[in-house]
């Protein structure tokens, strides 16, 4: 049982090009969400989904698109990487609303 | 608007009790989470409380008063692997599921 994988884990970019940012869970969880971290800033939603072909946004939806084609995956795709994108991101599923979710890894990206 | 506010840092002895505030205003309320943050590890989920009062769980317990907007978790016998970040997470708004986070409280234990 692997839980939620998130790859890859550290990633550097360079300003302006595009990457997809891969969550796959196992658990047949139907709300999947991702989340950036930022140094005092604690953890803040991007998008979400409450179930496959469900998605919506969160708190800092600019600049990245996601879609839910499947229970099992959520990929996070940044258009067009800019600096302020720098950040440590994490990808996260619950069965439901109300139990607590489950966290990957994380994804380490760097913007020059 | 949401808000979730914890003090940002806390330091305490090895073998005391500390206690982590958190104050949440939120268009709704679907329960509160805590959650552990190990420096450059993923959140690990520490408790959850829906309805007021006290669940205790080992060495870590929570609090929470609806009516006050307010919760705590209260950590006993403190041992150096409890240095860590604590995030207090509403499930607020409109939507179920969706967890509203604090900027969470950076707890220093010292021998």
């Known amino acids: 049982n692997a839980g939620v994988t998130q790859t890859p884990k550290f990633q550097v970019l360079k300003t302006g090009q595009s990457m997809t940012l891969q969550c796959a869970q196992d658990m047949n969880h139907e709300y999947m969400s991702w989340y950036r971290q930022d140094p005092g800033m604690g953890l803040r939603l991007i998008h979400y989904s409450v179930g496959a072909g469900i998605t919506d946004q969160g708190e800092v939806p600019n600049g990245y698109n996601v879609s839910r084609s499947t229970t099992e995956d959520f990929p996070l795709r940044l258009l067009s990487a800019a600096p302020s994108q720098t950040s440590v991101y994490f990808c996260?599923?619950?069965?439901?609303?109300?139990?607590?979710?489950?966290f990957g890894d994380g994804t380490r990206l760097s913007i020059l | 608007g949401q808000n979730i506010d914890q003090p940002t840092e806390m330091t305490a002895t090895e073998g005391a009790i500390v206690q982590i505030n958190c104050t949440y205003q939120?268009?709704?309320?679907?329960?509160l989470f805590w959650y552990q943050q190990h420096a450059g590890e993923a959140p690990t989920f520490l408790s959850y409380n829906v309805l007021d009062g006290l669940e205790e769980k080992g060495r870590f317990s929570s609090f929470l008063s609806r009516s006050k907007g307010y919760s705590y978790l209260l950590l006993k016998e403190l041992q150096m692997k409890d240095s860590a970040s604590y995030l207090c997470a509403v499930n607020g708004g409109s939507t179920l599921g969706r967890l509203y986070f604090g900027r969470g409280t950076q707890l220093t234990v010292w021998p």
């Open positions: 996260a599923s619950s069965p439901q609303g109300r139990v607590p979710q489950h």
């Open positions: 939120t268009s709704g309320f679907n329960g």
